[in-house]
Nanobody, 128 residues
Framework: EVQLVESGGGLVQTGGSLRLSCVASGFAFDDYSIGWFRQAPGKEREGVSAIHNGDGTTYYEDSVKGRFTISSDKAKNMVYLQMNNLKSEDTATYYC?????????????????????WGQGTQVTVSS
């Protein structure tokens, strides 16, 4: 059974940091690029970051570039998102998604329409 499970969300102050984790199972992890997406109330789900399964190239949405870092541990079927200098605008539910074909949007993040498998999400709240 295909599963993607996110963890690491929580409440953090502006300027603080969180590290999100996504563990995958039930599919060929190395055949899929993994992305992080987020959705705030009243907004569309947007791509935040992605890591390509082929060569490890990383991608970032413009608003998080320089603050967030995506990485993977293939031996553990895991992908991480290190989030630093968090802002209130980062408050959202964060999802990881597996993509058999990675498409990058004009804003730099992964295209949500390319996701084949979704996790259930983890909440990130940044307080003032």
């Amino acid at each position: 059974e295909v599963q993607l499970v996110e963890s690491g969300g929580g409440l953090v102050q502006t300027g603080g940091s969180l590290r999100l984790s996504c563990v995958a199972s039930g599919f060929a992890f190395d055949d899929y690029s993994i992305g992080w997406f987020r959705q705030a109330p009243g907004k569309e789900r947007e791509g935040v970051s992605a890591i390509h399964n082929g060569d490890g190239t990383t991608y970032y949405e413009d608003s998080v570039k320089g603050r967030f870092t995506i990485s993977s541990d293939k031996a553990k079927n895991m992908v991480y998102l290190q989030m630093n200098n968090l802002k209130s605008e980062d408050t959202a539910t964060y999802y990881c998604g597996a993509m058999g074909a990675l498409t990058i949007s004009t804003s730099g993040g992964p295209d949500r329409y390319g996701v084949d498998f979704w996790g259930q999400g983890t909440q990130v709240t940044v307080s003032s």
